[in-house]
């Protein structure tokens, strides 16, 4: 007599019925981690400016010229800044400049300008930035970090 490979039909149903099982079976909840805010902000290249002394303004909007004379040094050098301030820059040089600063970018014709309508501590980390300015050298963006808020608690 001969023998037969005989395939049993459970090794056949077997994953399919667990498949279907873990089909019926409820999620598994997971809690995804929230976006930080720190992750749409540029990180600082350093705690503090180089520059040492940096201007500052109280005016909501910050301007800041960049100009090819007397010696390619933008105005101002240096900026202290504070989280709600915003940003225009404008372009005195005779030619088209190319700037980078956190996560903008772009090139501004003679003449031109280019206002970021966030305030610097939505796209920016305190500390100290680089307006970076091709064919120029840019001024340092210092973004003081935020003071603590003091609570009195009420009695």
């Known amino acids: 007599m001969s023998k ?3 395939f049993p039909l459970f090794h056949f149903f077997l994953p399919v019925f667990a498949m279907l099982l873990g089909a019926c079976s409820p999620a598994v909840p997971s809690i995804a981690p929230a976006p930080s ?4 902000r540029a990180t600082p290249e350093a705690d503090s400016p180089a520059a040492g002394i940096c ?6 909007t910050i301007r800041v010229e960049i100009t090819a004379w007397p010696d390619n040094i933008p ?4 900026i202290k800044v504070r989280a709600e301030q915003k940003l225009v820059l404008v372009n005195r040089a005779p030619e088209t400049i190319e700037f980078t600063l956190g ?13 970021i309508d966030l305030a610097f501590g ?12 091709v064919p120029y050298g840019g001024p340092e963006i210092y973004l003081e ?11």
Do not use: M, T, W
């Not at 105005?75 to 240096?78: G, T």
């Not at 996560?103 to 206002?115: C, D, K, T, V």
């Not at 939505?122 to 300015?133: K, Q, R, V």
């Open 37 to 40: 805010a720190d992750l749409y």
């Open 4 to 6: 037969k490979n005989s």
């Open 55 to 60: 201007a500052s303004y109280d005016e909501e």
């Open 75 to 78: 105005q101002p050098r240096c």
């Open 122 to 133: 939505e796209y920016l980390a305190p500390g100290a930035h680089s307006l970076h300015i």
């Open 145 to 155: 970090s935020p003071s603590p808020v003091l609570h009195k608690q009420g009695r």
């Open 103 to 115: 996560r903008f970018h772009g090139s501004l014709e003679p003449g031109g300008s280019f206002a």
